[in-house]
């Protein structure tokens, strides 16, 4: 999924600090999985902020909504006219939602409440790691199901390089460092012919590299399914 | 020449059967020309090619492509660096080409520091390839006289081919095999980390022997001096892949603070002089940090002096 982190209250706050009414949006897909922009995190900001500008002797009307998914038109036009009725939209979905009200809701200003991080998963309850740079060509059978790609500092397709140390990236010491990881799996499994010879270069054009990108599925945009 | 594959200086006193010594130099953090050419006379006579680092520990510095032409001008050779991180195939292919044509005739190709030890950790970093398809790429232009596309080049580069290898890093026993990939990869020389733990060293050299690495790629033995314990210990906390014994740090310390200098280039001279006899080891690499002055010494006291001529 995408896992985001929600931005601090203080710089949130100095987005709207001009506005009396805003509406807070959350998201039910991946924001809502990552604890950070579904229902509940909707209802903690919105009071958050209506305390602190209440404090300030500037109150703050907020309402709030949470649409089952931002990154799709059918679910984000539910909003309607509605959402004219606001100063501002804060958007607690990934950087996929506000930019998909915007596109819809012309007139309106919209605000990211989260910055988005990475495709990854909970390792354990509270923490999410990164496992997919979504390069666009997927090769990780060819390293023990472990990607170099998002998961080595360098991207290094002849890992590791010479600052791993007890299995930890030279970059971060909480940070495992995956060729260790990678060349393990490959000694016990008795596959390390799997890791000597060079490798092709990567053709990054499938990643952002090649400008921004676009899936489609020929049969839906004709309706046959 | 035509035996050459570069006919680099470091080529011709490698083949010769030379015990070759190299050494470093950082470019200025700026455009003094004047400090460079400073330091390269120091260098001047005492070594077989001086390498140039690029951008080394990620700090901006003069560019090694300009500095090893600065080199040449002096009359010396450089060791081109060239690191994955700051450039992307097309750069990298045409700072080859550059450095053939301003008579460079070493590289050294490595993977670079990450950008979050430098004094721009904000940078986005490259690794468009790495080190190992890098020394892959030199090799290709040169021998196949193609760029990375297959399309031919129009007088192809002439470059000796160095490669890094870090003995000390984990996971320890997949590191001979990585050598292994590099020396497959292209690589005629390979210059290692500093090396400080000995006994490792010798383990992992007796298992490169057994390999029979040694017989495929040159192997210069990488030789830091300490200047002191502080130093020592800042390297062992600080540096990524270094490996410094307690033991080294304690004989640092066991001498009085200005006797520490001398106590650090006993010890290189010491590592010198068993790595002549070290079996697979071709020579030193002697990396003096910030202390290029003291290399005319410290070549002379290791009795490598005067360097072959060849």
Known sequence: MIVADRKSIEEILGMVKDCRKILVVGCKGCVTVCNVGGLKEVEILASTMKIARKKDGNPLEIDERVLERQCDREYVSQLGDEVNNYDAVVSMACGVGPQFLSEMYREQRFFPAVNTTFFGGATQHGVWEERCAGCGTCGIHMFGGLCPIARCAKSLLHGPCGGSSNGACEVNKDTECIWDSIVRKKMEAGELEDLMGVKGLKDWQTARDGGPRRSIREELVQGNI | ?310
């Not at chain 2, 003096?288 to 060849?310: D, F, S, T």
């Open chain 2, 1 to 310: 020449m035509s035996d050459f594959k570069s006919g680099s200086n470091l080529e011709r006193v490698l083949k010769a059967g030379h015990f070759a010594f190299t050494g470093e130099c950082g470019p200025p953090k700026g455009a003094n020309v004047a400090h460079l050419k400073e330091k390269f006379q120091y260098l001047k006579g005492n070594v077989d090619c001086v390498n140039l680092t690029d951008n080394q520990t990620a700090v901006v510095r003069m560019s090694s492509l300009a500095a090893s032409k600065l080199l040449v001008d002096e009359g010396l050779e450089p060791n081109f660096q060239m690191v994955c991180r700051d450039r992307n195939r097309l750069a990298m292919m045409a700072d080859i080409l550059g450095a053939h044509a301003l008579g460079i005739r070493n590289m050294l190709c490595l993977s670079g520091d990450h950008q979050t030890f430098g004094n721009h950790p904000q940078a986005k970093n490259v690794h468009d390839i790495d080190s190992m398809q890098l020394i892959a790429l030199v090799k290709k232009m040169r021998d196949e006289g193609k760029f990375m596309n297959d399309e031919e080049i129009d007088v192809p580069p002439k470059i000796f081919i160095g490669a890094a290898a870090n003995p000390f890093a984990d996971p320890y026993e997949f590191r001979p095999y990585r050598l292994a990939n590099k020396i497959e990869a292209g690589a005629d020389f390979i210059q290692t980390q500093c090396i400080f733990n000995m006994d490792k060293f010798r383990d992992f050299m007796k298992t490169v022997v057994d390999m029979g690495l040694h017989e495929k790629c040159y192997i210069l033995a990488g030789v830091t001096p300490m200047k002191n314990a502080g130093m020592a210990n800042f390297m062992k906390k600080f540096v990524p892949g270094m490996d410094i014994p307690d033991d080294l740090i304690k004989r640092l310390k066991g001498v009085d603070k200005r006797d520490q200098a001398e106590e650090g280039i006993k010890f290189a001279l010491e590592q010198v002089a068993e790595f002549k006899d070290m079996e697979g080891v071709a020579g030193v690499h002697m990396m003096a940090i910030e202390w290029e002055h003291r290399v005319p010494e410290i070549a002379e006291r290791a009795g490598v002096l005067p360097r072959p001529v060849v």
